[in-house]
């Protein structure tokens, strides 16, 4: 029998109406509850080509007795909201809105899992809320390690589209993604491959660094993709990693080969890190 | 302001599909008989390349047309293994069933398709009679030696006269070595040399300033006959079709270069049913607002045009 056609359809629904919508899939946990997971996606087209590894593995968590929450961040996916409207500060309190729902709906504490930025966005928002609720847990998929960077990364789109439209040559020197980063200090939004972002969500995601938030007191599991197996951490991760670790976290590391699936031209799969995921996390409780 | 959108679930060959309905805006009421389905294309899901699928989707409905967008099997957040799009008619069926359930009073529905979901949308269309137009962009008819012959001609040629080669020339910069593998490469699969490894990708051109990247849904070799199947279901479909084409697009020139190569193809394309419109700046994806909004615009006034004009036609037109 079909495990997944025989389990129930996880749930989509919007929160809220009008320009507080978040759309959200919720995928009740089979049997009782072990613990909840909100998913906070990746960036602009990030998400979009991930969006297959995350229901895989939202439904798998979900088979293991976990209620899992996607919730489509304001501006993004089928939220309310224009991209270029989304802010840093929007963002965190969607997911702990998020948090709260899920929380309230399964009865269990929920942990964030993250994506790339979601991943940077997920450390951020455990910070924020340490005082008030410690997490129970944070499960980090080949996260963003430095904001500045990916935001330079994110404009060389830019870079490339305004050489084969325009013929103008700014791929071998740096003045390409300067001159754009110039313009967003000034004040101006940038439309890059079909995403317009706001100099004030950019300047956010510029000043974030994963090796700077003071680290969450719960277990983190740090979850890289290398290209073959038996490859070490990234020398990036493992510099974010030791330092969250000086400071006091307990940070579990997983390198597993497969696909970069969030930046791949096709939907990719990466079974093993869907495995590696389901591994990690603590071995139920069941009396027989 | 549109009311809300709703999120839906709904089965499919035992799976379960995600869809998202944008309803219509009240003030347009009448026009709520027709409604467009959005048939995601390439590898996306049911929000689009850059959300363009999700701003259509909000765009229509605000002009009093109702929306609908999903997730076909394996796709997205719905279930199932991934699937080619040439296997997508039960997921289209089901995906019209739940539209029309959701949208009291409506009777017909406008197929919109992006890319291969376009060319999915040419297979289906013909076999269901709630269909009632087609609206295609850029559609997927890509076969090896096609898109040997369309890269040759439409990107090399003009990446001659760029000079932001030249400057790379100049500078050393320029990987002759590769260039030229590529080039041999592309000129054996355009005699049809490689035929052989059918969907086997073609050498890309190896400088960095490739040609936008295709947008098929999945890796999966296209059925040699994708031509003659394209063209069974154009013949096939008696209603209205708006075609709208990217100038800077390898995918579109190549369906171009297909129609181009056959009387058959240009009769078709010349008939009054279609109607076509060229965005001669825009890429494969739309991916700046002023081309996607110009796109909704053509997709809206063409919806209410051939709603109230075209339906007559349609009914006249014998269906298997």
């Known amino acids: 029998m079909n495990t997944i056609a025989a389990a129930p359809p996880a749930q989509p629904f919007f929160l809220d109406s009008g320009a507080a919508a978040r759309f959200c899939l919720y995928h009740a946990p089979v049997g009782a509850c072990r613990g909840a997971w909100l998913y906070l996606h990746p960036f602009a087209e990030e998400m979009n080509k991930s969006r297959r590894m ?44 998020g948090l709260a729902w899920l929380e309230q709906q399964s009865g269990c504490a929920a942990g964030l899992w993250g994506l790339r930025l979601g991943a940077l966005l ?15 847990g944070l499960l980090l ?70 090796d700077k938030f003071t680290p969450p007191a719960c277990p983190v599991h740090w979850f890289d993709i290398a290209a073959e197996s038996g490859r070490p951490l990234s ?3 493992a510099r974010a990693v030791s330092a969250l670790g000086a400071a006091g976290a307990t940070v579990s590391t997983h390198v597993v080969a497969g696909p970069q699936f969030w930046a791949t031209q096709e939907i990719e799969e990466c079974q093993t890190l869907l495995d590696a995921t389901i591994e990690s996390l603590p071995e139920p409780c069941h009396a027989a | 302001m549109p009311p809300d959108e709703q999120a839906l679930t709904f089965p499919c060959a035992g799976e379960w599909l995600t869809a998202i309905l944008s309803p219509a805006a009240q003030c347009a009421s009448p026009l709520q008989r027709r409604g467009v389905l959005i ?3 390439g590898p996306q899901y049911r929000a689009g390349s850059h959300r363009q699928f999700a701003l259509l989707a909000r765009a229509l409905a605000a002009q009093g047309i109702p929306a609908m967008r999903f997730d076909y099997r394996g796709m997205g957040d719905s279930g199932g293994p991934a699937r080619n799009f040439e296997d997508v008619d039960s997921d289209l069926r089901a995906a019209i069933d739940r539209f029309m359930a959701a949208v009291p009073g409506m009777e017909e529905v406008v197929i919109w398709g992006l890319c291969d979901a376009a060319s999915a949308a040419l297979f289906y269309a013909q076999h269901d009679r709630r269909v009632s137009g087609l609206v295609l962009l850029n559609p997927w008819a890509r076969t090896p030696d096609g898109h040997a012959r369309a890269t040759l001609k439409h990107y090399y040629v003009e990446r001659l006269l760029q000079p932001a080669l030249w400057k790379k020339v100049a500078s050393g910069q320029f990987e002759f070595g590769k260039a030229l593998r590529s080039l041999t490469g592309l000129l ?16 890309a051109p190896s400088d960095a300033a490739a040609p936008a990247p295709r947008a098929s849904a999945s890796a999966m070799p296209a059925s040699p006959n994708l031509h003659a199947r394209m063209q069974a279901g154009w013949q096939g479909f008696p209603g209205p079709i708006l075609l709208i084409i990217s100038g800077a697009d390898l995918t579109a020139q190549e369906f171009l270069d297909m129609v181009k190569a056959s009387r058959q193809w240009r009769k078709l394309l010349a008939a009054p049913r279609v109607q076509r419109r060229t965005l001669p700046a825009a890429d494969h994806t739309f991916s700046r607002r002023e081309w996607r909004d110009q796109v909704a615009a053509w997709t809206a006034a063409w919806v209410h045009e051939t709603g109230q004009t075209g339906n007559r036609a ?5 269906r298997a």
Not at chain 1, 127 to 133: C, G, I, P, Y
Not at chain 1, 166 to 183: I, P, V, Y
Not at chain 1, 184 to 189: E, F, K, T
């Open chain 1, 54 to 97: 995350a229901a895989l593995q939202a439904r798998a968590l979900a088979q293991h007795g976990y209620a899992v929450l996607q919730l489509d961040l304001y501006g993004c996916g089928d939220s309310a909201g224009d991209f270029g409207d989304a802010r840093w500060e929007i963002w965190q309190e969607d997911a702990a809105r």
């Open chain 1, 122 to 136: 997920a450390l951020d928002v455990a910070q924020q809320m340490a005082q008030a609720r410690p997490l129970p």
């Open chain 1, 141 to 210: 998929w080949q996260p963003v390690t430095n904001g500045s960077q990916f935001l330079t990364q994110f404009l060389r789109l830019k870079v490339a589209s305004q050489m084969l439209t325009d013929g103008r040559d700014g791929g071998n020197n740096s003045g390409g993604t300067a001159a754009l980063k110039q313009s967003l200090a000034a004040g101006q939004a940038l439309e890059i491959a079909g995403y317009t972002i706001d100099p004030a969500l950019a300047l956010a995601i510029e000043t974030r660094s994963a």
């Open chain 2, 314 to 318: 349609h009914e006249i037109g014998a």
């Open chain 1, 235 to 237: 020398p990036a991760a």
């Open chain 2, 188 to 203: 054996r699969a355009s005699r049809g040399g490689a035929t052989e490894q059918p969907g086997a990708a073609v050498p």
């Open chain 2, 39 to 41: 048939v995601v294309g």
